[in-house]
């Protein structure tokens, strides 16, 4: 499969095609060249990537079982549009599951991880400084997938994941600096829980204050519903 930019193709070989289709299209809804609302265009798709409808087809298919778009008979492929429910019940998703998975890889986050933790964090800084809201949210969840990835549980991490792309596509919405900054402040007082030990702490913090659906309201609307009251 390759996609032609800039006089370069874009290849990858190691995975399936149909997932490497499905990665590919993921990455154009991040980045906001597939919009809420909008109509695949599967010919064009097809014609840019080299690739017949079949795996493209199939792509789609799973992108439609992980709610991302819904295959309409004889009309197309519609990029779905998150309603407030849907970013309510992905918030309480991440909270509880984040916060469940975090005590039992407590012990495993050595002083490497919380390193590479402040220097995600500080990157996010930067990204807000430079109003890039792609790379804030790039860099806000790796830091979280330091602790995430060190589960066994593969179930509990994808349904973080799936949620969580859910959460961050379109990322060309609002810039909030403020928002941001807070992220980054909660994410310092969450890595010195984590290094004075205080498993139970770090883990309640996560789940009463980083996701907290009820601190963070008003912001949630502003950036997914330009300030649309949650129901």
């Not at 609002?174 to 770090?202: N, T, V, Y």
Request: hydrophobic residues 35%.
């Amino acid at each position: 499969m390759g996609d032609q930019r800039n006089g370069q193709t874009i290849s990858i070989i190691a995975k399936p095609l149909r997932e490497q289709i499905y990665e590919y299209l993921r990455d154009e809804m991040g980045r906001g060249n597939l919009l809420p609302g909008s109509l695949v265009n599967v010919n064009e798709i097809s014609q840019r990537l080299g690739i017949s409808k079949t795996p493209l087809r199939d792509a789609l298919i799973q992108l439609e079982c992980d709610g991302f778009v819904s295959i309409l008979p004889r009309r197309g492929v519609r990029i779905n549009k998150l309603s407030l429910e849907d970013v309510k019940h992905a918030w309480e998703i991440c909270r509880a599951l984040e916060s469940e998975i975090l005590v039992p890889v407590f012990d495993k986050l050595n002083e490497a991880c919380l390193l590479e933790m402040e220097r995600l964090t500080r990157e996010m800084k930067r990204a807000t400084e430079m109003k890039d809201t792609y790379g804030f949210y790039q860099n806000n969840v790796a830091f979280h997938n330091i602790f995430l990835d060190l589960s066994s549980n593969s179930q509990m991490r994808r349904i973080i994941q799936l949620n969580k792309q859910r959460l961050y596509d379109f990322l060309n919405r609002k810039h909030i600096p403020q928002w941001e900054a807070e992220h980054c402040e909660e994410h310092r007082a969450f890595i010195e829980l984590i290094r004075s030990g205080d498993a139970q702490g770090a883990a309640h913090f996560l789940k009463t204050t980083h996701w907290s659906l009820d601190d963070q309201e008003s912001y949630i609307r502003q950036f997914y519903f330009n300030g649309d009251t949650l129901e």
